[in-house]
């Protein structure tokens, strides 16, 4: 009786084991039944990082600007990075930047004059290079790049591009004249404006250039003798060489013509140049690119001892202190300001690049024939550009663009000179 028992209990816990194995189809069935019912064990999947986004303001013409978009859209497609360019009227970009930064509503990235970057890093409003700049800066970039964006023992602006002001010439014009270059020292004004008429064949108009724009007004004043290298002084100081230089420009007037004079007409300067009615014109070596005329030449001034000779303009990317997102703006500043984006931005704006290594292969990168001496000029151009420099320059450009016009005496033009940033 008991082993009967056995087998059948046996029987029974078989049986049992037998309908708690599912087999494979039931295991299907049970699995289509589920539904929208989420499987007990998810799959780990990468998790996508946060895509960051920056917004950058810039200032420069529609065809620069064009650039400058298809660079971003480049960085944007390899980059987990969305960036809003936003170009801002050159006229308008000191005072609209200034509003937003005090405001704290401004964008994460700024362009700015390299003049305006020690006003802006002392009022607060930006971010030391070194909290979002990886790369290295000193010596590596054009010391009269980086200067201006020193302050307080900090780096304040990451280069982007230079753009020195040159003489373009007409070779038949100052060959009539009995010269082979335009005069590159005060001592050679004084002889060219002292003999007059007397010993050379003037032209019509002997310098043209844009008489609102500050920084070919005050390259004009250092050229005829004012002022000597000075980091204390102001720029606009009326010391002994730059009442010099005032009465060599009282000389100059009536053979200089503004582009936005009524002298110039319906003709530009460039089509005066042409047709040998302009000796030389004083410009910015983009706007010379932009012009190529066959029988003229390019010329940066010379470089003098204890003398500023021409200004270097220029620009710099700068992080706003209200930034929220620092990182992603220095990577894509970083991007904007390699070797790679630099030659593009050359060949395609004519603004030249900061990188010292594109100037020691000027021939590969297709750098102009007198690059060697802008490469050579050091930092004798970088003026100091103090907390007051932005709002002296403005006053100036006013002051100038009166007296070149027939508005403003000389007595008068020298006394309001002396008293900017007084």
Do not use: C
Not at 101 to 124: C, H, I, M, T, Y
Not at 192 to 212: C, T
Not at 354 to 367: G, H, N, P, Q, T
């Amino acid at each position: 009786m008991k082993r009967k028992n056995h087998w059948v209990l046996f029987a029974l816990l078989l049986l049992a084991l037998i309908n708690l194995s599912p087999s494979k189809e039931t295991g299907l069935v049970r699995s289509e039944d589920r539904g929208d019912e989420p499987p007990v064990s998810v799959p780990q999947t990468e998790v996508p990082q946060e895509t960051g986004q920056i917004r950058v303001a810039v200032q420069m013409n529609e065809a620069d600007f064009r650039q400058l978009e298809q660079m971003n859209r480049t960085f944007m497609d390899s980059h987990k990075i969305q960036v809003e360019l936003t170009n801002v009227a050159s006229e308008e970009a000191y005072a609209s930047f200034q509003n937003l930064l005090k405001l704290g509503e401004s964008p994460d990235v700024l362009l700015l004059d390299n003049a305006w970057v020690r006003q802006f890093a002392a009022d607060g409003y930006l971010l030391p290079t070194e909290i979002y700049y990886s790369g290295v800066l000193s010596g590596e970039v054009l010391s009269v790049s980086l200067i201006p964006n020193e302050w307080n023992g900090y780096v304040w602006g990451v280069p982007a591009d230079a753009d020195p002001y040159v003489y373009v010439f007409s070779d038949a014009v100052l060959k009539d004249m009995g010269m082979d270059t335009p005069p590159d020292s005060p001592d050679a004004w004084n002889d060219l404006l002292a003999s007059g008429s007397e010993k050379r064949r003037l032209p019509q108009h002997l310098l043209g250039m844009d008489g609102s724009d500050p920084y070919a007004s005050l390259t004009l004043l250092w050229q005829l003798g004012g002022a000597r290298e000075n980091v204390q002084a102001s720029p606009f100081a009326l010391n002994g060489e730059m009442r010099a230089a005032l009465k060599r420009l009282e000389q100059l007037r009536p053979l200089l013509i503004s582009s936005d004079s009524p002298q110039a007409g319906n003709q530009d300067l460039w089509s005066k140049l042409q047709r040998g009615e302009l000796a030389m014109i004083l410009t910015t070596a983009s706007e010379a690119a932009k012009h190529p005329q066959a029988g003229t030449t390019v010329m940066f001034p010379g470089k003098q001892r204890d003398r500023f000779t021409t200004w270097i303009a220029g620009r710099s990317f700068a992080v706003s202190s209200h930034s929220q997102n620092a990182d992603a703006a220095g990577e894509w500043i970083e991007a904007m300001t390699s070797s790679d984006s630099q030659s593009q931005w050359f060949e395609a704006t004519g603004h030249l690049p900061v990188s010292r290594a594109i100037y020691d292969e000027a021939v590969k990168y297709k750098l102009p024939d007198w690059i060697s001496s802008f490469a050579a000029s050091g930092a004798i151009s970088a003026v100091p550009a103090g907390s007051g420099l932005p709002a002296g320059l403005e006053e100036f450009s006013g002051l100038m663009k009166q007296y070149l016009n027939g508005k403003m005496s000389a007595g008068s033009f020298a006394d309001k000179l002396g008293r900017i940033g007084q």
